[in-house]
């Protein structure tokens, strides 16, 4: 098995998804020039129509791949706009010490990000308007911001030793703002595909598969973040060298917190394939094909 077929074959498992999800996520490719960006598709073309030229090599089309995904949309084929690609990232919640103003401030800023992250990386095999964006905004960031400003309590029984009030807020906020950001699909539904590609109809089943596991992703998400770095904080606070030179906690606290959300975030991506499967679908659909599973857009 050459080294393409083992990459493909590898993202049927989660360990094959998580590599992958890491070249998207990479944040070299946000500095991608409009020229690479249309040398590495113009590559990928020659690749599937087999007029490759004499000399390139699987490093450089691997690279060409990586770059597409992380910049083109699987629908649409056109550029997600920089701040909003996965590789791209706000994150303003971990402050200590936030007042009321800076908690507001923060998670506006951050859900706002979340919702056009959302949108951009959404399932776009049906078009939607701008009325929906603004609708779904809008609950999102109100939803998001409400829950975060609301009175904090301890977690009980099993999750209050590892798990802040402020982690299931997050949470809480996560999922709403991906549900709302992406509700129209639920109503619309999203296309299906065949064995070959081919779209085979469209399916409110679908759509409510992809919703559910992009929430999850969303779930699990912030725990990474929330949970390792005060547990590894406490461990390395108790080295001589930062017990000599307090100047330097700050700064690893805040490689830890930057290492703990880039590994949060391939991992929750990776729970599901981004080309998810599904086997129960209206009947309209199933009389359609003779394809028993068929394939969908996840989203991210």
Request: aromatic share 8%.
């Amino acid at each position: 098995m050459n080294e393409c077929a083992f990459r493909f074959v590898s993202q049927n498992t989660f360990f094959g998804r998580f590599r992958h999800f890491l070249d998207v996520i990479d944040p070299s490719t946000l500095f991608v020039t409009e020229k690479r960006l249309r040398e590495c598709v113009e590559l990928l073309d020659h690749f599937k129509q087999g007029t490759l030229p004499l000399g390139v090599t699987d490093a450089q089309l691997w690279q060409a791949q990586k770059i597409k995904q992380a910049i083109i949309h699987p629908d649409t084929g056109e550029k997600i706009l920089m701040p909003f690609r996965m590789s791209g990232s706000v994150v303003g919640l971990l402050l200590p010490n936030q007042t009321l103003a800076s908690t507001v401030f923060w998670q506006w800023l951050n859900q706002s990000h979340n919702a056009c992250v959302n949108y951009s990386n959404r399932n776009a095999s049906k078009p939607a308007p701008a009325s929906k964006f603004l609708q779904g905004y809008l609950g999102a960031v109100t939803s998001a911001v409400s829950i975060a400003v609301s009175p904090s309590k301890s977690c009980v029984d099993l999750f209050s030793r590892l798990i802040t009030f402020k982690a299931v807020k997050t949470v809480g906020a996560n999922v709403c703002n991906v549900v709302l950001m992406r509700h129209s699909e639920l109503s619309e539904g999203i296309s299906v595909l065949d064995n070959n590609g081919n779209v085979v109809g469209t399916s409110r089943v679908a759509a409510r598969h992809a919703l559910l596991e992009t929430a999850l992703t969303r779930v699990v998400m912030p725990m990474p973040i929330l949970v390792l770095p005060p547990l590894i904080m406490s461990a390395l606070e108790k080295l001589p060298l930062l017990q000599r030179q307090k100047r330097l906690v700050l700064p690893v606290h805040s490689l830890v917190c930057l290492a703990a959300f880039g590994l949060a975030l391939p991992l929750a991506i990776s729970l599901f394939p981004q080309m998810s499967q599904v086997l129960h679908l209206e009947p309209e659909i199933a009389m359609a094909t003779d394809c028993k599973i068929v394939t969908y857009n996840k989203g991210l």
